[in-house]
């Protein structure tokens, strides 16, 4: 099974306001994720959040990551159209030895201009 | 530099025929993983080569198989092809492999017919 769970499967809101989507995994990880994939093409790396950290900021974009509660948030705030758009979170395992990323379902993110 | 380039970028095939997909992944970087994307099961991880040895390997058939050069470049083939192989094949690569950013080539649209 996933490791990750992203929610909500689907959001569409009005440009300009601010957009949160969530993931949930099972297991202990190093670091977390947040990739950006737009219609059926590859992905896009937006920020990695190591398990020590709570919150990291990039541009419009904060992540939080809750290690407790296994569980993070994306939020991007002033929504653009051109923001429209796949959101994945990625965890690695914390396994000795685990070179591979555990991607979650996905929020499908769309943006009205 | 010259981001991940993957080739073809769009393959036809009938069932019971194999196939054999191209990664080049980003000049200085030894890690590249292969990655699966379906609407059905999302993206799974195939398996991560570096340096030529593969580190890890994903819950895949024996169909699916991979290798990777002394350049980094890396192949992946699958065999005896079935409809449920419809997908695009994305190849990511990394610096280490662990705990860094994967940087993604656009990806390989399989049809299986």
């Known amino acids: 099974s996933q490791q990750g769970e992203e929610d909500p499967q689907a959001l569409s809101i009005q440009e300009g306001e601010n957009a949160t989507m969530n993931c949930s995994y099972k297991?202990?990880?190093?670091?977390l994720q947040w990739y950006r994939q737009n219609s059926g093409r590859g992905l896009v790396h937006l920020i990695l959040?190591?398990?020590?950290?709570r919150e990291k900021h990039s541009g419009r974009l904060r992540v939080t990551l809750d290690t407790s509660k296994k569980s993070s948030s994306l939020l991007i705030t002033a929504s653009r159209a051109a923001d429209t758009a796949s959101y994945f979170c990625?965890?690695?395992?914390?396994?000795?030895?685990?070179?591979?990323?555990?991607f979650g379902t996905g929020t499908r993110l769309k943006v009205l201009a | 530099k010259a981001g991940v380039t993957q080739t073809p970028r769009y393959l036809i095939k009938t069932r019971g025929q194999q196939v054999t997909l191209s990664c080049s992944p980003i000049?200085?970087?030894?890690?590249v993983s292969w990655y699966q994307q379906t609407p059905g099961q999302g993206l799974q991880f195939l398996f991560e080569?570096?340096?030529?040895?593969?580190?890890n390997k994903g819950n895949f058939p024996g169909r699916f198989s991979g290798r990777q050069f002394s350049n980094s470049r890396s192949e992946m083939n699958v065999s005896t092809l079935e409809l449920g192989d419809s997908a695009l094949y994305l190849c990511?690569?990394?610096?280490?492999?662990?705990?860094?950013?994967?940087?993604f080539g656009p990806g390989t649209r399989l049809t299986v017919l």
């Open positions: 990511a690569s990394s610096h280490p492999g662990q705990g860094y950013e994967q940087f």
């Open positions: 080569y570096f340096s030529e040895t593969q580190r």
């Open positions: 990625a965890t690695d395992g914390a396994t000795s030895g685990t070179y591979k990323y555990i």
């Open positions: 959040i190591r398990s020590n950290e």
């Open positions: 000049s200085g970087h030894r890690s």
């Open positions: 297991t202990s990880i190093n670091n």
